[in-house]
T-cell receptor, first 117, second 114 residues
Framework: AQKITQTQPGMFVQEKEAVTLDCTYD???????LFWYKQPSSGEMIFLIY??????QNATEGRYSLNFQKARKSANLVISASQLGDSAMYFC??????????????FGEGTQLTVNP | NAGVTQTPKFRILKIGQSMTLQCTQD?????MYWYRQDPGMGLKLIYY?????ITDKGEVPNGYNVSRSTTEDFPLRLELAAPSQTSVYFC????WGQGPYEQYFGPGTRLTVT
């Protein structure tokens, strides 16, 4: 079974509007973390936001927020006030386990976001 | 800090050739990783290391080897290159001690095997 599922291969949004990128995950480990990374066309991986499984509040970082619904095992990324520079591939990733697991990440297949002017 | 550096940026190999992808980090991170990213896909873990002298396999280790003799360096060795190893390779590092333990990525090496 897929551990991280991103069901939207491509998404389009108008500049200045908000957009939600979906991510569902599967784990039986009570201790895990969820990450979102951005990969622009230049190829680098840019860390955006993190949510720990024990965090009580949804994470926010500037225009990025993570809608964490633990019971539904979803960790959707919300980008507010989209900008042309937000056009990129977005990856959801999960870290399971503690120190001995090496803090490894499992990535989803990604969502290509295009922001239209 | 340079962060995570990788060399080379691009490489073309012939089938059966071998090469080493270099990765160095200057953040004193104890964890390091190698991922590959095939076109239009997510990243898959090849190998990882939790400290000097300690390495372990990830999801797709076949055809690769690693070593970690220092905290800073984590080279990836490709033996007998095959077309299926055509991919972009990312090295990453992270620190265990304070959350969120995000991984810092290098710029990637684009490898083509023909």
């Amino acid at each position: 079974a897929q551990k991280i599922t991103q069901t939207q291969p491509g998404m389009f949004v108008q500049e200045k509007e908000a957009v939600t990128l979906d991510c569902t995950y599967d784990t039986s480990d009570p201790s895990y973390g969820l990450f979102w990374y951005k990969q622009p066309s230049s190829g680098e991986m840019i860390f955006l936001i993190y949510q720990g499984s024990y965090d009580q509040q949804n994470a926010t970082e500037g225009r990025y927020s993570l809608n964490f619904q633990k019971a539904r095992k979803s960790a959707n990324l919300v980008i507010s006030a989209s900008q042309l520079g937000d056009s990129a591939m977005y990856f959801c990733a999960m870290r399971e386990g503690g120190e001995t697991s090496g803090s490894r990440l499992t990535f989803g297949e990604g969502t290509q976001l295009t922001v239209n002017p | 800090n340079a962060g995570v550096t990788q060399t080379p940026k691009f490489r073309i190999l012939k089938i059966g050739q071998s090469m080493t992808l270099q990765c160095t980090q200057d953040m004193n991170h104890n964890y390091m990783y190698w991922y590959r990213q095939d076109p239009g896909m997510g990243l898959k873990l090849i190998y990882y290391s939790v400290g000097a002298g300690i390495t372990d396999k990830g999801e797709v280790p076949n055809g690769y080897n690693v070593s970690r003799s220092t905290t800073e360096d984590f080279p990836l060795r490709l033996e007998l290159a095959a077309p299926s190893q055509t991919s972009v390779y990312f090295c990453a590092s992270s620190y265990w001690g304070q959350g969120p333990y995000e991984q810092y990525f290098g710029p990637g090496t684009r490898l083509t095997v023909t």
